[in-house]
T-cell receptor, first 114, second 114 residues
Framework: KNQVEQSPQSLIILEGKNCTLQCNYTVSPFSNLRWYKQDTGRGPVSLTIMTFSENTKSNGRYTATLDADTKQSSLHITASQLSDSASYIC?????????????FGTGTRLQVTL | EPEVTQTPSHQVTQMGQEVILRCVPISNHLYFYWYRQILGQKVEFLVSFYNNEISEKSEIFDDQFSVERPDGSNFTLKIRSTKLEDSAMYFCATNWGGSTDTQYFGPGTRLTVL
């Protein structure tokens, strides 16, 4: 069964600090992996999307990495801001990448404090 | 920046009643999706829609659910006879190039079934 596990479940950090969120997946065959940011009560917003051949991708202060061999991905947030407080969801696409084969993780809830 | 809009933001209904959730896609997008997120759980795929017909649907999307784009703008999700377990956030998402392309999510409709 395809699964996406994320850790930690929640995280509190001080403003200005860096943090790294983890995603492990057992999705086969792998097509692509995405990270989304979801503010409370809002829809997810895409941060990055990576295919099998990509090891890293950046979007501003967000940098995602992918190790397709170990089936792990990470999302690194640099110089965190209060507005980074949100849930971060790892989504893995299987097979041909069709919508029905998107497996969502439960997310990491990040809180950035003063 | 163009965005996906959804109405209503919150819908409260009695069990057994029909509800229609509406989504206005980004204007040049061709692929439309509905997802749901039960409180505290992960996002789940319901259905994808392209060229005025369903492309894919999950096992959640049973005979009680239907989708249509009646006027070429609004994309609707109808639940014929709501159940308590239908209570969730329902997200519409749209994109230009299919499920491997970045999907843009709307803000969601919170459905509460009493």
């Amino acid at each position: 069964k395809n699964q996406v596990e994320q850790s930690p479940q929640s995280l509190i950090i001080l403003e200005g600090k860096n943090c790294t969120l983890q995603c492990n997946y057992t999705v086969s065959p792998f097509s692509n992996l995405r990270w989304y940011k979801q503010d409370t009560g809002r829809g997810p917003v895409s941060l990055t999307i990576m295919t099998f051949s990509e090891n890293t991708k950046s979007n501003g202060r967000y940098t995602a990495t992918l190790d397709a061999d170990t089936k792990q991905s990470s999302l690194h947030i640099t110089a965190s801001q209060l507005s980074d407080s949100a849930s971060y969801i790892c989504v893995v696409s299987a097979g041909t990448g069709t919508a029905s084969k998107l497996t969502f993780g439960t997310g990491t809830r990040l809180q950035v404090t003063l | 920046e163009p965005e996906v809009t959804q109405t209503p933001s919150h819908q409260v209904t009695q069990m057994g009643q029909e509800v229609i959730l509406r989504c206005v896609p980004i204007s040049n997008h061709l692929y439309f999706y509905w997802y749901r997120q039960i409180l505290g759980q992960k996002v789940e795929f319901l259905v994808s829609f392209y060229n005025n017909e369903i492309s894919e649907k999950s096992e959640i999307f049973d005979d009680q659910f239907s989708v249509e784009r009646p006027d070429g703008s609004n994309f609707t999700l109808k639940i014929r006879s709501t159940k308590l377990e239908d209570s969730a956030m329902y997200f519409c998402a749209t994109n230009w190039g299919g499920s491997t392309d970045t999907q843009y999510f709307g803000p969601g409709t919170r459905l509460t079934v009493l």
